[in-house]
Nanobody, 124 residues
Framework: EVQLVESGGGSVQAGGSLTLSCTAS????????MAWFRQAPGKEREGVAA???????SYADSVKGRFTISKDNAKNTLYLQMNSLKPEDTAMYSC??????????????????WGQGTQVTVSS
């Protein structure tokens, strides 16, 4: 059974940084695409960043220039470096993975495997 386990969430003041990690039970090179999503209370889940096996990366406009997605296949781990955090970044962050090439890397429906999530809270 595929398992994705996130860590690294926490509380930080606006302008601060956090790095999220997502460790996979399978070799990360197994997946065609891995991504980070977030869901704030009362809002729909949205794609934040995605990375393909060929290294192609996409970001949501709201995080471009502030967040960086990366992957370490040797450690079976996906990362999300988050800088210049804003209160509106407060959400539950989840990682996702799929074996096949998505038509939309930031589309929730594209992903089969999901982690439980890690909470990020940014105070003003």
């Amino acid at each position: 059974e595929v398992q994705l386990v996130e860590s690294g969430g926490g509380s930080v003041q606006a302008g601060g940084s956090l790095t999220l990690s997502c460790t996979a039970s399978e070799d990360t090179y197994t997946y065609y695409t891995m991504a980070w999503f977030r869901q704030a209370p009362g809002k729909e889940r949205e794609g934040v960043a995605a990375i393909d096996s060929d290294g192609s990366i996409s970001y949501a406009d709201s995080v471009k220039g502030r967040f960086t997605i990366s992957k370490d296949n040797a450690k079976n781990t996906l990362y999300l470096q988050m800088n210049s955090l804003k209160p509106e970044d407060t959400a539950m962050y989840s990682c996702a993975a799929d074996l096949f090439e998505p038509s939309d890397g930031l589309g929730e429906s594209e992903y089969t495997y999901w982690g439980q999530g890690t909470q990020v809270t940014v105070s003003s």
